[in-house]
């Protein structure tokens, strides 16, 4: 949804999937690209990355109390 993958770690398998990605329009690539960035300001900043991690730590101490 937000990156490219491959299905199988070899030369063949990589080039095949550039020639894919790189036949995309440039339309298409920066749809995706809109969507990763967006993906990343709303889930991946520090602040949001801190707030999971305290809600993981009060969840734990919960669990435990």
Known sequence: Q??????????????????EIMSYSEEELNAKA???YNF??????SD???KRMIEFLFDR???NA
């Open 2 to 19: 937000y990156y490219y993958t491959i299905n199988e770690v070899t030369v063949d398998a990589l080039a095949q999937r550039i020639i």
């Open 34 to 36: 809109e969507k990763a």
């Open 40 to 45: 990343i300001m709303n889930n991946k900043t």
């Open 48 to 50: 949001r990355q801190i």
């Open 61 to 63: 101490f919960d669990e």
